[in-house]
């Protein structure tokens, strides 16, 4: 799971995430947390954003506080999660119990270059969070860490927080269903049940 610069590796963070995920949500950030939930196996209970940057906290909130009885795990970047800094207010003042907040950190804005963020000049995203008032915030460098986040996200008490440092690896694209009515209504079926497409 470690690269030889002492790294998680993305992927093995994400298929750990998601093992035996039962009914577990997943919200994907675009990008390459949208590649890597699907690289973990496409699932009707994924819903990957194709865009929307800065939205995927809060869509995670949104269906959290919809969906009590659900387990909702937010995967996203760095980049979009510095889009959206006052998402980790909104969250720590709603306390959803059932949330999860898993931030990939590899300090670059892969989608437009790789370009260093601000992580990568020190900015702790765990931090904050916990300024922020996450009961639970991590900062996640080891496999056993991730082990112990997937706890959380499947069984924990809400809401957590996730910084996880990744290496910064381009890695092939696994791309998930890119029609979004196809994504929305599997998603809000496998939520809600089928009879939800016809109401």
């Given at each position: 799971m470690m690269s030889k610069d002492g790294l998680l590796h993305?992927?093995?963070v994400v298929a750990e995430l998601l093992r035996d995920r039962s009914d577990l949500l997943v919200i994907a950030g675009l990008g390459a947390p949208n590649w890597d939930v699907s690289a973990a196996g496409d699932h009707p209970n994924n819903f990957p954003l194709w865009g929307a940057m800065g939205s995927a906290a809060m869509i995670g909130l949104g269906l959290a506080l919809a969906q009590p009885q659900r387990r909702v795990l937010v995967i996203t970047g760095d980049g979009e999660m510095l889009m959206a800094l006052g998402a980790l207010a909104t969250i720590a003042a709603q306390k959803p119990a059932n949330l999860t907040v898993c931030v990939l950190d590899n300090e670059r804005f892969g989608?437009?270059?790789?370009q260093k963020t601000h992580t990568a000049y020190g900015i702790d995203l765990a931090g904050i969070a916990k300024a922020a008032g996450f009961p639970k915030s991590l900062l996640?460098?080891?496999?056993q860490q991730v082990t112990e986040l997937r706890e959380c996200?499947?069984?924990g008490t809400g809401p957590t927080f996730a910084q996880v440092k990744i290496d910064p690896e381009a890695l092939p694209f696994v791309l998930p269903p890119a029609e979004g009515g196809i994504l929305k209504n599997r998603f809000r079926a496998s939520v809600l049940g089928e009879e939800a497409l016809y109401n």
């Open positions: 993305r992927r093995a989608e437009t270059g790789m996640v460098r080891e496999a996200a499947h069984n």
